[in-house]
Nanobody
Framework: HVQLVESGGGSVQAGGSLRLSCAASGYTYNCMGWFRQAPGKEREGVAGIDSYGSTSYADSVKGRFTISKDNAKNTLYLQMNSLKPEDTAMYYC????????????????????WGQGTQVTVS
């Protein structure tokens, strides 16, 4: 049974931090990523971990966000620091069993499985 369950979202003041988690079940996924979508905007790739464990980030979050994965727990994390109002969005976890390399981990169209999302609001 494939399931991706995000948690950790919430409301925070600008400059604050949040840590998102994504508990994955069903398979061992080769590549996982975080995406976000704000109202009226297209979905964008925030951070991804490819098949070799290499990480990629959107330019807008580089130096502030850190993606990590605990393979033993099959859980993906996104540590978000120095949050800005423009980070406000619904954040989604995504996963794929196939191999994805490099910055392709930020391409949502390549992913097979998606979580239900967790809201992040920065004021």
């Amino acid at each position: 049974h494939v399931q991706l369950v995000e948690s950790g979202g919430g409301s925070v003041q600008a400059g604050g931090s949040l840590r998102l988690s994504c508990a994955a079940s069903g398979y061992t996924y080769n590549c996982m990523g975080w995406f976000r979508q704000a109202p009226g905007k297209e979905r964008e790739g925030v951070a991804g971990i490819d098949s070799y464990g290499s990480t990629s980030y959107a330019d807008s979050v580089k130096g502030r966000f850190t993606i990590s994965k605990d393979n033993a727990k099959n859980t993906l994390y996104l540590q978000m620091n120095s949050l800005k109002p423009e980070d406000t969005a619904m954040y989604y976890c995504a996963a794929i069993r196939l191999s994805i390399l490099g910055t392709s981990s930020l391409k949502g169209s390549l992913y097979t499985y998606w979580g239900q999302g967790t809201q992040v609001t920065v004021s």
